[in-house]
């Protein structure tokens, strides 16, 4: 059985859940603990394939989280430099690779864009899909993905978090 570790961070758009092992962050969701006390085990499960087992100890790379984060609404941080583990197909993983590295803070990109970018400029529906399933909400910026013409679409958290986050990103820089 393996080792995850759990911790609710506090943001200015409500709680979001950090899981980790104990070296990387392995996801990081709107919502913090239910509660029912669990702790969301079955997102973890559908990423790794295997049965994990939580623990509310403190660790470094959650600690480290939180402080980033914190950094990042309090207009400190512009990038994360969090070492996180991808768990997708590999098409997913190019795609939130590519836009982790290729969309800055402040600035947006159309999902055809972003598909042109992995190489696949027809993959649109795909790129929006693996946005669905973007494991690092904040960290992985899917908030700077929009319609081709410059509409917000759908956002993990809520279309109201990705106006959020955008209007935070374009006054600060």
Known sequence: MSKFYQQEIRTPLGPMLATADEEKLIRLDYGGFSEKGDLHDAHVRRFLDKDPHFSEEPIRVLQDTQKQLDQYFRNQRQTFSLPYAFHGTAFQIKVWETLAESVP??????????????GNEKAVRAIGGAMNKNPFSVIVPCHRVVGHNGKLTGYGGGVDKKVYLLDMETTRM
């Open 105 to 118: 803070f402040g600035h947006t990109c159309s999902y055809k864009e972003l598909a042109a970018a992995v």
